[in-house]
């Protein structure tokens, strides 16, 4: 298995990359995150991978975070899913719309996805249903502050490193992201430290437990 690739970006193809490492150069298909965000040619890369060994094919797929691959793994293992499509629903789809369309039912989110049709996003808006509470559970998929409050919150590393602190005293990480985003609610986060907002986020925890 191959989980994570750090080498010097040597070429940039058509959706791939092509990262020498040690003198072997991996050929990669990315996301679009990674697409965004590659550093110069000859520069390092570092890729979170997940790999495929089929009959005809060895395949790597890469991706900015861990966070990322684990939704793309957590895809693949939908009904019907292979790795194609599931880089597809990661390029197109952040984890806060994935949340959306299937809270909401929202076949057209899903359709705006290149080889998704109607039949293809209904049936994986049933499946998701079913999945989604446990990957946000998990952290696979964040909780975003508008999906619990109404409320629009910039993630920072302020508001991450809050989030963790909080898990760190033994809260879970849903609870943790809706604390911190109730503690942000109108609130001017210039200057303000991770601890500070962490006060703020354990008091929201005494107002509405």
């Known amino acids: 298995m191959i989980g994570r690739l750090t080498g010097q970006l040597v070429a940039i193809t058509d959706g791939f990359v092509l990262v020498d490492v040690g003198g072997v150069a991996y050929e990669v298909e990315v996301s679009s995150g990674v697409l965004q965000a590659l550093p110069q040619l000859n520069e390092t890369l570092v890729l979170?991978?997940?790999f495929v060994v089929r009959e005809d094919a060895q395949l790597l797929y890469g991706f900015p975070s861990q966070t990322e691959r684990d939704l793309f793994r957590a895809f693949i293992k939908l009904n019907g899913v292979?790795?194609?499509l599931g880089l597809a629903l990661i390029s197109a789809l952040s984890p806060a719309d994935l949340v959306t369309a299937v809270r909401n039912n929202d076949v057209s989110m899903l359709t705006r996805v290149p080889g998704v049709g109607k039949k293809t996003a209904e049936r994986l808006l049933l499946?998701?249903?079913s999945r989604v509470d446990s990957l946000t559970e998990s952290g696979v998929v964040p909780v975003t502050v508008a999906e619990v409050e109404g409320v629009t919150v910039h993630?920072?590393?302020v508001?991450?490193?809050a989030?963790?602190?909080l898990v760190a005293l033994g809260y879970r990480l849903p609870e943790a992201q809706r604390a911190v985003g109730l503690a942000c609610n109108g609130r001017d986060l210039a200057g303000l430290t991770a601890e500070e907002l962490v006060?703020?986020?354990?008091r929201s925890f005494v107002t509405t437990g």
């Open 82 to 84: 292979g790795p194609k």
């Open 163 to 165: 989030e963790s602190a």
């Open 48 to 50: 979170h991978t997940h």
């Open 155 to 157: 993630r920072n590393g």
């Open 199 to 202: 006060r703020l986020a354990l």
């Open 127 to 129: 499946e998701l249903k």
């Open 159 to 161: 508001v991450e490193e």
